[in-house]
Structures are given as C-alpha cells and as structure tokens.
C-alpha cells in the first residue's frame, strides 16, 4: 500500500515552518551560520522567564504527575476568570475559561468544534497563518479581509462587511497582529463588532500579544466592547512570560450562549479527548497573571524590545524601497518590498535566496495569507547588533538584485 496524506491536508500550510526553514536546518547541519529571524520564540533571543514562574513550576512537580481535568486546574481557570473580570468582563466564570497546550490546540480545536464543511470564517489578511490552516483542517474555507498598510495595518471594516456570506460563521481578530505589529484603535473594534452583531456572527479574537505594546499604544478586550455576543479570546504565556516551550495557553467565552449550547458540548468533546493539557504548566498560570509584569520593563524607553523594534524599523525604513509600518505592539514588522526596484517574482524564491546568499532566514509575506508577493516578516526579538546585521544583510541582497 502507498501511505499519501490525507485529503484533509490539501489546503493546509505553515509556511513559518515551511520548506525555507527547512532549507535553513539543511545548511545548518552543512555547518552554515544561519540568523533565523522566521518565529517568535523568545528564549534563544536570551529573554529569560520571571523568577517566579520557573521556581514554582519546579515546586510544582511533585504534585503534576497526574492528569487534571480536561479543561484545566481550578486554580488557573480561577485565575484567567479573575484577570477578565479585572479588565471590564465581570460575568468571566469558571466554567467559561479552557486551558491549552499553548493557544495553537485551542485554535484548533474550537476550528474543529465550530466549522462544517463549506463555512466560511472571515480572517485578516496578512494573519497568522495557523488560523486559516485550521479553518481548512476543519473543511471550512478562510476568507481573507483586508488589513490597510496605510492605515497602519488596520483591519478595512468594509472590505470585511462586503465578504459575509450566508456561511459565515465567525469573524478572527488577531490584536496585536502577528505579522504586522498593529495594534487595534477602539473605533475601529467597535466597527467589527457591529459587522458581527449585524450578521449574528461569533468572535474569535486572537490577543495572545495583548501585553507587548509600544510607546503610547492601548490594547482593548474586543470581547469587552461585545458583552452581547458570543466571544472566544485567547492568550497564553508563550510570549508575555517568554515561555513558549512550556505549551500554557488558554480561552476565555464571553457574552450570551444560549445559542451555542451545541457548540460549547463539542469544545467539551475535544477538550475531553486531550485528556487535559500539559499540567506543570497549568500551576505557573496564576503566578503569572498575579503581580508584577516583567514584560512592562522590556517595553519602556530603554528595555530591550523596544530598542530592538526601533532598530528593526530605522534600519529597514532606510533601504532605499522598502517601506514599514511601525509595529505598535507584539514581536514583528512586515515591511514591503517596491518590486519596480528590485527583482522580485515570487516571494518564496526571494526567501529562498536570502537564505542560500545572506544566511538570514525570514518568512515570506504569502507564508501569512498576503495576496501579493511583495512582504516579508521579520522577527524582532535578536539583540541589536544581530538586528543591525541582519538589515545590512537585506540591504546587500536587494542591491543585488537592484533592476
Ligand atoms: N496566535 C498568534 C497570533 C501567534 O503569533 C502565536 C505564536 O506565534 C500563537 C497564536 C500560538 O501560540 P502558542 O501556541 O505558543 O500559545
């Protein structure tokens, strides 16, 4: 028997992890050094967990060695509850609130429990990739609105409005957005939310960057500005807590679910087939959302992320046709490359080439849903001189390849 992949994958990609990257791990075993600028880990970039959230995953080993519930410890649901209702949710309750292996297995499963096939689930473009992978894993089709660079990368609210269908089911938002750093202005939430009201349609609001702002930048609760709706927000400690290896993420409905009694039994069903997520993760949630937030500190004048976004940007603003908006918030820029300048057909290929002439590895604008060839990500979380070198690295290719 020949073992070919299920149709389930046909539409289904992840470029962040894609053929580049592996193109990268080929030459780096060759012995090449590569920066590998392509995903938003921060550990490698030596940012360090808080204290707390290390000692007390270590205390509470003895006691993770068994399961927890399928929806997560008490006392993190409690303590995801509590932090919603300290931010304008007061009706949070436990029983609305599902732990994670990281927000990714909640992406997938509430994709799972919500999409048929055919339904459709309007996200932005460029998005986080994962989103429309998961809408096709569950037979649903992702269809793509618009987000306006420039109008810093907001959403374009009537371009959404024209995509609803009959089929539509739900709407992402991604605030702050991976991959273009913007983060959201309330007028402009508030249009969404009256789009979704309009047509009955869930919320599905990706905020798992909700702490890494910039300068003057707010980030607001969508969910908090639709209390008559039915919205699923998600966020983990991945990136605010700089633990990604540690797989912690949960999501929190809010609004009325009268009507999605069906639905939340089957988020119940896969929760219940993971058996629970990982458990010593679980433990450092509550440590975590309590206190001080070390995060602030990496964010002010001075801290280390800011000073990398502000390097990232007056490096790659000053090559000569490229174009970037300022991220406002999370750990990425998407600058846009002018292809009347440069040589530029296909922007895997462009990826591909900075890689094998440049040793630099980023992820190509299509890799996140955008329609034209012409972005590519880059991470922000190298120290500066990493960040200088790399810029320098984009500049040489392009000169290269200058029409
Ligand atoms: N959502 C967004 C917008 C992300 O950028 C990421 C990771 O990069 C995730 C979700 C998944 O995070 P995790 O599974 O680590 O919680």
Redesign the pocket.
Known sequence: MIFTQSSKLRDVCYE?RGPVPAEAARMEAEGHKIIKLN??NPAPFGFEAPDEILVDMIRSLPTAQGYSDSKGLVSARRAVAQYYQTKGMPGMELDDIYL??????L?QMTCQALVDDGDEVLVPAPD?P??TASIALAGGRAVHYRCDEEQQWWPDVSDLADKVTERTKAIVV?NP??PTGAVYPEHVLREIVEVARKHGLMILA?E??DKILYDDAVHHHIAKLAPDLLTIT?D????AYRV?GF???WMALYGPKDHATSFIEGLDVLSNMRLCPNVPAQHVVATALGGHQSIHELLLPGGRLKEQRDVAYEGLSAIDGVDVVKAQG?LYMFPRVDREMYRIDDDEQFAFELLRSKKLLVTQGTGFNYPTPDHFRLVTLPPVDLLEDAVDRIADHLASIRR
């Open positions: 962040i995903i938003g994670g292996n990281g927000v990714s297995e992406i986080y994962l989103w991604i957005n991976n990706d798992i960057y998600f983990g400690l991945s990136k990604a797989r912690a993420g999370a």
